[in-house]
């Protein structure tokens, strides 16, 4: 809806809904459209803010270093911005690893966390399928509109893709409209891979929801195990049949599993008091 200057680049933001704050993070070249089956559902008990990390969508774009940390820190001078002293936070894929980093370094801003199909990353993380790797890598000649299909082939189920061609185009689409130039993929893509905060995990110390799809080959749901032993109290949670885009495919299955989970703080907060 709107733009704001922080952390020296205007950055794209939505707000939906009233109530406590949850924020959206969005992962690898993916913008705030594709959280299209969660807002409506999500803005219905939490006031929902959903933005586009620096390289995507209507943020800006500029072509320097990018870090994990500074795209946490970019997090933290919107919620500043939003005048949102706690949230809780919700990162999928790379937009995880945003939220623990942002866990990590600015654990006041922090409620609770909902990490999806991410991982911890360093060398004890299970790596992307190489036939992942090729999807995002192997792009030489292609079109823009096929290296987007290409990238959903390793992010989709093929079983869904076959059923629901329809939300695969307008993904497509979607993408096409707001198109992130290879550049700012590619320091995105470098800020993900040097993502490493195994050591730091103790740093957590707030209620989490670790949650993935059974058929992930980009980011395997052997890391959600993982991140889970690794988070004092952590809840695992794993969708059968989804892929890497699970919160998509399995839309409903996510969705549940979220209100439930940030419900259940609610309630035990209410316990706690009483």
Same mark, same amino acid.
């Given at each position: 809806m709107s733009q704001v200057l922080v952390n020296g680049?205007?950055?794209?933001?939505? $707000?939906?809904?009233?109530?406590?704050?949850? =924020?959206?993070?969005? /992962?690898?070249?993916y913008a705030s459209w594709s959280w299209f089956r969660q807002i409506e559902v999500l803005s219905n008990a939490y006031g929902v803010v959903s933005f586009d990390n620096r390289g995507v969508g209507q943020s800006d774009k500029p072509d320097i270093p990018y870090s994990i940390e500074l795209m946490a820190d970019d $997090?933290?001078?919107?919620? *500043?911005?939003? !005048?949102?002293?706690?949230?809780h936070i919700l990162g999928v894929s790379m937009g995880g690893y945003i939220a623990q980093q #942002?866990?990590?370094?600015?654990?006041?801003? +922090?409620? !609770?966390? $909902? =990490?999806?199909?991410? !991982?911890?990353? /360093?060398?004890?993380?299970?790596?992307?399928?190489?036939?992942?790797?090729? !999807?995002?890598?192997k792009v030489e000649g292609l079109s823009a509109e096929e290296v987007i299909r290409q990238g959903l082939k390793a992010a989709i189920t093929p079983k869904f893709i076959s059923a629901y061609p329809e939300v695969v185009d307008q993904l497509v689409?979607?993408? #096409? *409209?707001?198109?992130?130039?290879r550049y700012a993929w590619e320091r995105q893509f470098a800020a993900?891979?040097?993502f490493n905060v195994e050591t730091q995990l103790n740093k957590i110390n707030v209620p989490t929801l670790v949650i993935t799809g059974s058929e992930d080959i980009v980011v395997p749901p052997q890391n959600s195990s993982l991140l889970a032993e690794r988070i004092s109290g952590a809840h695992? +949670?794993?969708?059968?049949? /989804?892929g890497h885009l699970f919160f998509i495919e399995k839309a409903e299955e996510f969705n549940?599993? $979220?209100?439930e989970f940030l419900k259940g703080i609610g309630q035990s907060k209410k316990t706690r008091n009483a």
């Open positions: 680049i205007k950055l794209y933001y939505e $707000v939906h809904g009233t109530g406590e704050p949850l =924020l959206l993070i969005e /992962g690898l070249g $997090v933290a001078r919107l919620l *500043d911005f939003l !005048s949102i002293e706690k949230a #942002l866990a990590i370094k600015y654990p006041q801003k +922090v409620k !609770s966390l $909902v =990490l999806g199909c991410t !991982s911890f990353g /360093g060398p004890q993380s299970i790596p992307l399928t190489e036939e992942a790797l090729q !999807s995002m890598l689409a979607w993408r #096409l *409209d707001n198109p992130t130039p993900a891979r040097a695992l +949670v794993i969708i059968p049949g /989804g549940c599993a $979220v209100l």
